[in-house]
């Protein structure tokens, strides 16, 4: 069981926009600007696409956002695109002793 | 271009020992924090190891899973990171990740594709 939770899939059609939670704890998500969001298209290596809560990385279309609020984090992505179709993990710093934790990922359909 | 190459990966029998390669290429190696991430089969990431850089002493990290087990190292002068894994066990079958922290804040900016790691009799 992963540290932080995500849904398992979640789908939309090209053009809409869809919303992918990752719900933490005040040890985590909560206390941390460090959340990071990644893209993973299987057999290939993963893609920084958000980092410290909201930051996108050059090369990152502005149709990819994040936001959190209290203990869950959030990746927004607006005007949909077949490309976009892939698995999605959260990322946060969680203290000291346990350092960082993943989410147990999302896959993305679009439709 | 940064180029991350992982390498090293295979069939184990548990108990057994390997030790996995990151070629890094494209930046300055000798700056930058490095980790090791890992995936097993159907399941989310879960972090393994880091080291930090020369300026911070080469200090280490490691996840309670693997602590006391594996050990993380690095040759700057060879552009590339390294991890040795003693006393596998089937729990650790995974793809091994190698991967860049992006300015020391636990963000990684590059992974390379990964080698998969299969520790079964």
């Known amino acids: 069981q992963s540290a932080l939770t995500q849904p398992r899939s979640v789908s939309g059609s090209p053009g809409q926009s869809v919303a992918i939670s990752c719900t933490g704890t005040s040890s985590d998500v909560g206390g941390s600007v460090f959340v990071s969001w990644y893209q993973h298209h299987p057999g290939k290596a993963p893609r920084l696409m958000i980092y410290d809560v909201s930051q996108r990385p050059s090369g990152v279309p502005d149709r990819f956002s994040g936001s959190k609020s209290g203990n869950t984090a959030s990746l927004t992505i607006s005007g949909l695109q077949a490309e976009d179709e892939a698995d999605y993990y959260c990322c946060s710093y969680a203290g000291t002793y346990t350092h960082v934790v993943f989410g147990g990922g999302t896959k993305l359909t679009v439709l | 271009e940064v180029q991350l190459v992982e390498s090293g990966g295979g069939l184990v029998q548990p108990g057994g020992s390997l030790r996995l390669s990151c070629a890094a290429s494209?930046?300055?190696?000798?700056?930058?924090?490095m980790d090791w991430v890992r995936q097993a089969p159907g399941k989310g990431l879960e972090w393994v190891a880091r080291?930090?850089?020369?300026?911070?002493?080469?200090?280490?990290q490691y996840a309670a899973s693997v602590l006391g087990r594996f050990t993380i190292s690095r040759d700057d002068s060879q552009n590339s990171l390294y991890l040795q894994m003693n006393s596998l066990k089937t729990e650790d079958t995974a793809v091994y990740y190698c991967a860049r922290d992006h300015g020391g804040n636990w963000n990684y900016d590059y992974w390379g594709q990964g080698t998969l790691v299969t520790v079964s009799s």
């Open positions: 494209g930046f300055t190696f000798s700056d930058h924090y």
């Open positions: 080291s930090r850089n020369k300026v911070n002493s080469y200090t280490t």
